[in-house]
């Protein structure tokens, strides 16, 4: 199975909490980036096409990713790599403040199609780049299995109407579509999240998960529904934890073609969202977007103490 993801690269600036004494770091950053760096980490075979700057930031970025052995297209070149200041309160949970831009052309998809193709966050829903994250998708979804995660930013998404539509356009193209509860909340205020998922399933997707925190996740298809708690971990921060989530299910999922997915038994999904669960309990329990590698991800799921 070969993974292709579609998206933007960010560098992460997290500021320390208000009254201590450590200094701001500079992380690698970026949910679709995030995504392909951890199923690296997992030993899949993942390229990743995104835009990186001849900056500082840019070689950070590259040197990361390349060092976890992901495949970095880059199709264009932005005047400056996107970043954006994370703040932490003192849970470690973050908010963010960005600087980017999303220009990729259509040009840049390659010609070859992989096993899966993985979209989401800044650059499924930011014009004019999106076009050609939704061109990727609908070009290669006849040959290979589509994800998707909003990875919803605020900031970034403008009138709240026509950012639902784009956010929902994506959900029809992929098979597999992960949320988080603040994600849902954004997008359709004062819903429940199991009544958003069970109806974005009859817009396409096989599968819908949803991330809650520290309440676990559950899981929803067209025969079963399951819920996992989350297991017990002092949390650093929370940088990157639905990213390693989302590496995890796709990772665990790549043997399944759309078929596949959709006979997904109930005891199989209770596996999968705890695997998940344990991959994100790895990341937060240590600072920025640093998912598990397989070794430490089967030990995480081994510990009788831990997920």
């Not at 909003?150 to 992960?178: F, I, Q, S």
């Not at 819908?208 to 298809?221: C, D, Q």
């Not at 073609?257 to 209770?270: I, Q, T, V, Y």
Request: hydrophobic residues 45%; glycine residues 12%.
């Amino acid at each position: 199975m070969s993974f292709l993801v579609i998206g933007e690269c960010v560098a992460d600036v997290v500021r320390a909490p208000a009254g201590s004494s450590a200094a701001d770091r500079v992380h690698p950053g970026g949910s679709p980036a995030n995504v392909a760096y951890g199923l690296a980490r997992l030993g899949r075979d993942v390229t990743l096409l995104t835009q990186l700057a001849d900056d500082p930031h840019g070689h950070l970025i590259g040197a990361h990713l390349r060092g976890a052995g992901v495949r970095v297209e880059v199709g264009g070149l932005p005047e400056r790599t996107p970043s954006a200041v994370v703040g932490l309160d003192a849970e470690g949970r973050a908010a963010y403040a960005f600087d980017i831009a999303w220009t990729l052309e259509a040009g840049a998809l390659p010609s070859e199609a992989p096993g899966h193709v993985h979209i989401g966050s800044i650059a499924a829903v930011t014009d004019p780049g999106a076009a050609a994250v939704l061109a990727g998708a609908e070009r290669f979804r006849d040959r290979a299995t589509v994800s998707y995660d909003p990875n919803v930013r605020p900031e970034l998404m403008g009138e709240h109407g026509p950012a639902v539509a784009r956010v929902e356009g994506c959900v029809a193209l992929a098979d597999l579509v992960k949320a988080s509860d603040e994600d849902l909340a954004w997008l359709y205020p004062g819903e429940a999240p199991e009544a958003v998922a069970a109806r974005w399933l009859d817009l396409g997707p096989t599968v819908v998960l949803v991330t809650r925190g520290a309440a676990g996740s559950f899981a929803v298809t067209r025969h079963h529904t399951v819920a996992a708690g989350a297991p017990p971990v002092d949390v650093v921060d929370t940088v990157g934890a639905g990213d390693s989530f989302m590496s995890a299910v796709l990772d665990a999922t790549a043997a399944r073609d759309r078929a596949a997915l959709g006979a997904l038994s109930a005891g199989e999904l209770a596996g999968l969202l705890a695997r998940a669960g344990a991959a994100a309990s790895v990341t937060v329990s240590r600072a920025g977007a640093q998912p598990p590698d397989r070794a430490e991800l089967d030990a995480a799921r081994a510990d009788p103490a831990g997920p």
